[in-house]
C-alpha cells in the first residue's frame, strides 16, 4: 500500500513539471502581455522597470529557468495584477473559501445522492424508485449554471431565505452547496442504485439473509462495501468536476475563492497567477484521485493484490 | 431499461426540432421601444383591415405634425399624448399608454383621419436589455451551441478514434507510451485546460471548437483501442496481414468500421457533454462572443439581470437543459439498445 502511494506520488512529479512547462509557454506564446491593457503604459522607462521587475526583460529560456527553479522551492511567484503580493499569499487566502464550498458540496452530494440512490434500490421499479431517478435525470441535465440563478431567483429572490450572494455566514453556504452538489448528487444517486442492485442480487447478500443478520446490517454492512465501488470510483472524476463548478459557482454567488481568481487571472493574463493557479489544481486533483484510488482499494479487496 | 430505448426516438424528436427551427432567418435584431409604423389618409374601416393584414395594431394621430415627424417609425415617448392605440396585441415588456383625450371609438367609422398601423412584433419570449428579441437569440444562440456539439464531437472522435487505432493495432512499446500520454491528460484538469486554449488562441468559433474537441477525445480513445486489441486478434485481420494490405489501409478500412457500434454511442454521449462545455466556457465569457449568441451566453446574460427579468434567465435555461436532456435520453437508449458496455465517463 504504502508503495503504492509512493510510486503514485513519484508519478505526480513528471506530470506537474509536464503542466508547469505547458502552461508557461502556452501563457508566452499569446498575443498581449498583462501590461497591454486599455491604457497602455506610455513611458518606456517605466515599462521597462516593470518588466525588469518580474524578470521579463530576460530571454525566454531563463525565465523558464527561473521559474522552474522557484517552483521546486514553492514559490510561484509575484502576481502580476494582485499588486505587491505573493501568488502563494493569494492561494492561501482564497483556497480556504474554496475548498469549504468544495466540502460542502461533496456532503451535499453524498448525503443526498446516497440516501436517494439507497431508496431507490431498497424499492425497485416503485415509486420510491422512480421519483428520486426522475429527479436524478433533472439534475444531470440542468446545468450549475442554471441551477444556481434557478436557485438565487426562488429561495433568495421570492422568498427572501437566503442571501443572493456573499460569502458571510454559514446560510450563504448552503445555496451555494446545493448548486454545486446537486449534480454530483444525481449521479451518484444513479451509480448508488446501479451499484446497489447489483450487489444485492448476489448470492453472499442471501447467505447474510440467511444466517439471520438483521436487513439494515445486511444493506449497511454487506451490501454498501461493495455497492459504493462505482461511487467512489466516480469521485475521482467528480473532484474535478467539483472544481470547474467552482469557477461558475463561484462567480454566480460572488465568493471570492480561488476559482474566480483563476478565471480572472486567464483574462487578464496575469501569468504567474495562472499558473500558479493550474499547478495547484493539478496537484489537488492528483492527490484526489491517489486517495480515491487508496480507498477503492480499501473496500475491494480483489484489487489488493494488483 | 429497454423500454428506455423504444421511448429514445421518440423522445429525441426534442433535440431535433430544436434543430431545425434554427434554419429560420429570423433578422437578430428587433427592438421593442421602435415599432414600423404605416399611416395614411383612410377611413377608418380601410385602417382596420390594413392594421389586421399587417398583423398589428391600429392607431390614429391627432395632429398632422407630428404624424409628419413619424414618418416610418414611432417613438415610445410619442405613444401617450399623440395617439391612440386600439386593441394592442403586442407583447413587448412596456405596454402603452391609451390616452384618454385620444380616443376615438372605433364605430365611428366613415371619417377620414390619419391612421397609424402599427406593425406589432410580438416578441414570445420577451426582449433582452438591448432590445433584442429573444426568441431570435435562442434560435440563432441554439445554432452556435448546436454547431459546437456536432464540430467539437467531431475533433474529439477523429482525435479519439485516430489516437485509439494506432495506438491498439501497432501495440507494444507505441501502445504503452501513447496510453501513458492519455492517463497524463487524464489526471490533468481539462476544464483549465480548455480555459487556457481559450484564452490563450483567438476567441473566435472555430478555435472554441478546437479546444473543446482537443479535451475531449480521451475516453473515446480508450474505448477504441479496446476495441482494436480484441480486433487484431480475428482470423480477417491476419488474412488482410498475409495478403500484404498496408498498415494504414488496415486501420483504415478494416479495423476502423469494425468498431464503430460503441464508437457512435459514445459520440452519441458526447455531444451532450461538449455543449454542456461551450455553454460553461460562454457563461464564464470565454466562449462565444457578445454580438453572437449562445445558449450560454444568454443564461450568463440573463443571470445578470435576474432580478428584474428573469424570463431571460429561465428560457435559454430550460431550452439547454432540455435538449441535454433529449441527448442524454437518445444516447443512453442507444446504448442500452446496443447493449455496448462501455465505462460512463
Sequence with gaps: ?306 | MGGLSIIAPWIAPYGYETQNLELKAVPPQLSWNTMQAVYGRCTLEQARTNAEQLGGALGKIKNTQVAAKLHGTIDERDYGETMWVSDWQGAGPKRIEISPDGFIPLDDAGDEATFLYLHSRAHWLGTDELGRDLFTRLLYGGRVSLMVGLCATSVSLTIGVLFGAVAGYFGGRTDDLMMRFVDVLYALPFTIFVILLTVIFERNIWNLFLAIGAVEWLTMSRIVRGQVLSLRQQEFIEAAIALGIPRWRIIWRHIIPNCLGPVIVYTTLTIPVVMLLEAFLSFLGLGVQPPMSSWGLLIRDGSKVLEEFPWLMIFPGSVLAVTLFSLNFLGDGLRDALDVRISKD
Design chain 1, 1 to 306: 500500500m504504502w508503495k503504492l502511494i509512493a510510486f503514485r506520488l513519484l508519478k505526480a512529479i513528471p506530470v506537474l513539471l509536464i503542466v508547469a512547462t505547458l502552461t508557461f509557454f502556452m501563457l508566452r506564446l499569446t498575443k498581449g502581455g498583462p501590461f497591454d491593457q486599455e491604457k497602455p503604459i506610455q513611458d518606456e522607462a517605466i515599462r521597462k522597470q516593470l518588466l525588469a521587475h518580474y524578470g521579463m526583460d530576460k530571454p525566454l529560456s531563463s525565465q523558464y529557468l527561473d521559474f522552474i527553479k522557484n517552483l521546486v522551492q514553492g514559490d510561484l511567484g509575484p502576481s502580476f495584477k494582485h499588486q505587491g503580493r505573493q501568488v502563494n499569499e493569494v492561494i492561501a487566502e482564497a483556497f480556504p473559501r474554496s475548498a469549504e464550498l468544495g466540502l460542502w458540496s461533496l456532503a451535499v452530494a453524498m448525503a443526498l445522492g446516497l440516501a436517494a440512490g439507497l431508496i431507490a434500490s431498497l424499492k425497485k421499479n416503485s415509486f420510491l424508485d422512480y421519483c428520486p431517478m426522475a429527479l436524478a435525470m433533472i439534475g444531470i441535465c440542468v446545468p450549475t449554471f442554471v441551477m444556481g440563478p434557478l436557485l438565487i431567483l426562488s429561495f433568495s429572490l421570492e422568498l427572501e431565505w437566503f442571501n443572493a450572494s456573499g460569502w458571510n455566514s454559514l446560510k450563504d453556504r448552503i445555496l451555494p452547496a446545493l448548486t454545486l452538489g446537486g449534480a454530483y448528487a444525481a449521479y451518484i444517486a444513479r451509480l448508488t442504485r446501479g451499484g446497489m442492485l447489483e450487489v444485492l442480487s448476489q448470492d453472499y447478500i442471501r447467505t447474510a439473509h440467511a444466517k439471520g443478520a438483521s436487513p439494515a446490517r445486511v444493506i449497511l454492512h454487506h451490501g454498501l462495501r461493495g455497492g459504493l465501488l462505482p461511487v467512489v470510483a466516480f469521485l475521482g472524476p467528480a473532484a474535478a468536476g467539483l472544481l470547474a463548478g467552482s469557477f461558475v459557482v463561484e462567480t454566480i454567488f460572488q465568493i471570492p475563492g480561488l476559482g474566480r481568481h483563476f478565471v480572472e487571472a486567464a483574462f487578464n493574463r496575469d501569468y504567474t497567477m495562472v499558473t500558479g493557479t493550474v499547478l495547484f489544481f493539478a496537484t489537488l486533483i492528483i492527490l484526489f484521485n491517489l486517495i480515491v484510488d487508496v480507498v477503492q482499494i480499501w473496500l475491494n479487496p480483489r484489487l489488493r493484490s494488483t
